[in-house]
């Protein structure tokens, strides 16, 4: 039996930053990982003489003033060495017009959004004085959604006037917004909003909260901006774990939790998790669970039954997607020239593929060889009820087409291959240990983001939330900004008040 102040569920970005923060206030923090190493869907793996990011392949929130610089000034740790994108991807419609680079100087964007899209400045202008309101917004450290007085207090001292007046589209969508400014009938534009929202958010124009893809929309802009790290994502979570080294915090590897209970004698969780070998008990006041909250229904089994509203909503949440991802490698020379390190197209076979190509140098492929990661959304539940002969047959037949799309694409003989190989979701439950390998957080629309989404406070007192299904969502700065927030209401709750970056 282990005991600490804190145990923290989930050694991704959000557990690592969220029990650096805590850490560094002078908690006892322990934190456990079912797998063997750090960062989740932001880890990386090997192959031969590759280094391949595992999910997320960009990173937004490293700029001056950004979620990672501020946690990382607090923590006095570097930040990974990183360069800014830009453009930030190139997206193909493939309807015989030109790809669409989504450049980084704004005034540039702007001009490129009138070449693309006539006629479409007062959307984006729209969406600017959204984002610009969201921005100070989230920089005055809101809690939400709200679950008590001291949550509300915190809002409340996060609003500034403008706040108030995007509080009027806090139900509208991005389709909203088009429909407002006389867009609603721009197939092309829609086409490419499409595709954009549902990297960032898992909905379309129709259904993304307009709060919500406003700011995801113009993230690849100065002063923000997505970056590419050099050798690899993994370095992100390698920078957080020195913090919790200097602040004598153990991450415990390969121990997956097998349950949760609260001991109602000594007035804390029990946390019953298992290696290959043996069996552990962690006792802590306060629990932070960054798994995606559907897996509570498996973990936090006895205390459900005691709340049955609550296990009906996580039994109601909606269906995250899955994901089918294309590692592969080949020399530079045999792909055409690329300026941009992320490509998203249309595809008559996928809908569309997101590919992320590495650069010289960035320690993912040896000199004058490139890796490539292509990958789309698939529906969880087409790949768990195969058995083994037609799964294998599946698989296969999807890594040719997703090979022949890449070849047609990027001009690649087929001969010139160095390197394939397929993840599917059954790949990403063993790697994330994530339920039937789901990727990324709830989809942001209007009745689940913000004050209407899954609270990191539960019902159950010293039991929060913390990851890409609670507020504000995805990536890896979406889930920093939760670790901040989380770490926040514990450290009010024990009386240090007043905690802010």
Request: with cysteine; net charge positive; charged share 20%.
């Amino acid at each position: 039996m282990k005991n600490s102040e804190i145990v923290v569920v989930g050694a991704g970005i959000a557990g690592l930053t969220a029990a650096a923060i805590l850490s560094k206030q002078g908690l006892s923090v322990t934190l456990i990982e079912s797998h063997t190493q750090s960062g989740g869907c932001a880890g990386t793996f090997k192959r031969k003489n590759y280094i391949f990011d595992v999910g997320a392949t960009q990173v937004a929130g490293l700029e001056e003033g950004g979620i990672h610089s501020r946690i990382f000034d607090f923590l006095d740790i570097p930040l990974p060495e990183a360069t800014i994108l830009d453009p930030a991807c190139i997206v193909d419609l493939n309807d015989g017009s030109n790809p669409i680079p989504i450049w980084y100087e704004k005034s540039k964007w702007i001009a490129e959004q009138e070449i693309q899209f006539p006629g479409s400045h007062r959307f984006w202008r729209l969406c600017t004085l959204i984002h610009q309101s969201n921005w100070i917004f989230a920089n005055n450290n809101p809690v939400l959604p709200i679950s008590n007085f001291w949550d509300f207090s915190q809002l409340l001292k996060a609003l500034v006037p403008s706040n108030l007046l995007a509080g009027i589209l806090i139900k509208s969508t991005i389709f909203d917004l088009l429909r407002i400014c006389g867009l609603s009938k721009n197939e092309r534009l829609i086409k490419f909003l499409n595709l954009q929202l549902k990297l960032y958010s898992q909905e379309d124009v129709y259904n993304t909260a307009a709060l919500y893809g406003s700011t995801v929309l113009q993230m690849c802009q100065k002063p923000h901006g997505l970056w590419h790290l050099k050798k690899s994502m993994q370095s992100l979570s390698e920078a957080l774990e020195s913090s919790l080294r200097k602040t004598g915090v153990k991450i415990i590897f390969g121990q997956k939790v097998k349950s949760i209970n609260f001991d109602d004698v000594n007035k804390c969780w029990n946390v019953n998790a298992n290696s290959k070998k043996n069996s552990f008990i962690y006792h802590a006041k306060d629990l932070i669970y960054t798994a995606p909250p559907q897996s509570l229904l498996k973990h936090l089994k006895d205390p459900l039954e005691r709340k049955k509203n609550y296990k009906n909503r996580l039994n109601n949440l909606p269906d995250p997607s899955g994901a089918l991802v294309f590692y592969s490698a080949l020399k530079k020379r045999n792909i055409k020239k690329t300026s941009s390190n992320h490509y998203q197209f249309v595809s008559n076979e996928f809908g569309s593929l997101f590919v992320s190509i590495s650069n010289d140098g960035d320690g993912r492929a040896p000199k004058g060889e490139v890796t490539l990661i292509a990958s789309i959304f698939t529906k969880t539940k087409d790949w768990f009820d195969l058995d083994k002969k037609d799964y294998l047959k599946k698989k296969k037949d999807l890594m040719k087409k997703i090979s022949l799309e890449l070849e047609s694409q990027f001009d690649i003989d087929p001969e010139n291959w160095l390197h394939r190989e397929l993840a599917t979701p059954l790949g990403f439950q063993k790697w994330t240990n994530r339920p039937n390998g789901i990727v990324g957080g709830l989809g942001q629309n209007p009745d689940i983001f913000g004050l209407f989404g899954l609270s990191s406070r539960t019902p159950f007192e010293g039991l929060w939330l913390c990851g890409d299904s609670i507020y504000p969502g995805e990536g890896t700065a979406g889930v920093s900004q939760c670790a901040l927030m989380v770490s926040r209401q514990i450290l009010a709750s024990k009386g240090i008040e007043n905690f802010n970056l």
